[in-house]
């Protein structure tokens, strides 16, 4: 079973940036893509952003667009997150997911917390 560490998270002012990380204990040959998702206080957890495995086709969500970036680097089976521009609404928990093909369960990794203070 895969195991995802997330890293990066913590308190920073409106306006500045954070770069999360999150590893995967190893490589799979069938890792589809990896991701950010993330859950504010009393709110659904929602997408953030993804990026194909293999190809590196990248999505956004639109409310984070031109402001975070998701890369990855295969090596090391990390993807990265860096977000510029925080602001007080990016405030929530930040969740890693690692989908696959096949029918192999989706892996979510514990969370990290970011707070964006005003």
């Known amino acids: 079973q895969v195991q995802l560490v997330e890293s990066g998270g913590g308190l920073v002012q409106a306006g500045g940036s954070l770069r999360l990380s999150c590893t995967a204990s190893?490589?799979?040959?069938?890792?589809?893509?990896m991701g950010w998702f993330r859950q504010a206080p009393g709110k659904e957890r929602e997408f953030v952003a993804s990026?194909?495995?293999?190809?590196?086709?990248?999505s956004y969500a639109d409310s984070v667009e031109g402001r975070f970036t998701i890369s990855k680097d295969n090596a090391k089976n990390t993807v990265y997150l860096q977000m510029n521009s925080l602001k007080p609404e990016d405030t929530a928990v930040y969740f890693c997911l690692l989908t696959y093909s096949g029918l192999t369960p989706n892996t979510w990794g514990p969370g990290t917390q970011v707070t964006v203070s005003s």
């Open positions: 190893r490589g799979t040959f069938t890792t589809l893509s």
């Open positions: 990026i194909f495995w293999s190809g590196g086709a990248i």
